[in-house]
Nanobody
């Protein structure tokens, strides 16, 4: 059984920063890719960023490229999402997910999901 717990969300003004954390337990965390996804009210869940099992490769949605940074600490079973220059359109519930493989990229390749953490960016 895998458990993922997100933390670090909150209310921030536009232009501010937040760092989200995703703590994992119950599986060999370091062997799998981890992704961040988000879902805004009335919209479908969308990809934000993913990091491969070793942290050697990262990928970002165009909408967050240059502002967000994903990283991982396999010794702590934790993945981070540093979010800078936040915009009101970044408001959403952010979810982390554990991939099925070392290089999982698309949403259907992620089997285990956290409960999400709310990020609200005010204008």
């Amino acid at each position: 059984q895998v458990q993922l717990v997100e933390s670090g969300g909150g209310l921030v003004q536009a232009g501010g920063s937040l760092r989200l954390s995703c703590a994992a337990s119950g599986r060999t965390f370091s062997s799998y890719a981890v992704g961040w996804f988000r879902q805004a009210p009335g919209k479908e869940r969308e990809f934000v960023a993913v990091i491969t099992w070793s942290g050697s490769r990262t990928y970002y949605a165009d909408s967050v490229k240059g502002r967000f940074s994903i990283s991982r600490d396999n010794a702590k079973n934790t993945v981070y999402l540093q979010m800078n220059s936040l915009k009101p359109e970044d408001t959403a519930v952010y979810y982390c997910a554990l991939g099925r493989t070392r290089y999982a990229r698309t949403m259907d390749e992620f089997d285990y999901w956290g409960q999400g953490t709310q990020v609200t960016v005010s204008s």
